[in-house]
Each structure stands twice: as C-alpha cells, then as structure tokens.
C-alpha cells in the first residue's frame, strides 16, 4: 500500500494521544527509563521517501528505517515511550508495512 501525509500525521496524532493517555493512567516510572521507537523493514520507493521526510532515518542496527519517540513526549519512562511507538506503529501495519514497536532500557 502507498502511505500518503495524512497517514503520516494520524499515526503521530494517535502516537502522543496514546503516550499521554498511558502516562495519565500510570504515572512515570522513575526506574524505567529507556527509549521506544518504529522500525519498519521491507521499505521501499514512495513509502520510504515520505518516511525519511517525517523524521525516519537509517536503522543502523537492522535494515530498514526507524523512528525514536514517535510521540516526541518530554519523559525518560520507556513505557510511556512505548504506548507511543506501539500506536504509530499500528497505524503502518494496517496500511501494510512490516513495522515494529521497539523499546530498551537506558
């Protein structure tokens, strides 16, 4: 499926209603602090050209690109992170890219 801008800026709307909902819900962790982003293999053409340009960039680890703290939520708890990472990530899979929520430690 081709992406389109619309998608792009619904994913980051459901991204940060997500993380503001989880941290509504359970608070920050002091403890868990660590980071959360997308990745998205199998890439290519149209769709990784408007990724790079909303803030995609090269998965150094892994082929494909990536995206840390899609929700762009001004906290160290990983898990707030992650409720973002998990929501834009859904919204690529149901357009039919192979993407993944990731999250680690610090």
């Given at each position: 499926m081709k992406?389109?801008?619309?998608?792009?800026?619904?994913?980051?709307h459901l991204a940060t209603l997500a993380a503001r909902e989880y941290?509504?819900?359970?608070g920050e962790n002091p403890m868990g602090c660590g980071f959360a982003w997308v990745e998205v293999k199998n890439?290519?053409?149209?769709?990784a050209k408007l990724l790079k340009e909303n803030g995609f960039n090269k998965n150094y680890?892994?082929?494909?690109l990536s995206l840390w703290d899609p929700a762009c939520m001004p906290t160290q708890d990983m898990d707030i992170k992650m409720a973002g990472a998990l929501a834009y990530a859904g919204v690529l899979?149901?357009?039919g890219l192979d993407a993944q929520a990731v999250c680690r430690l610090d």
């Open positions: 992406l389109s801008k619309d998608l792009i800026t619904k994913a980051e941290q509504k819900s359970f890439v290519r053409g149209n769709n680890t892994k082929p494909g899979k149901e357009a």
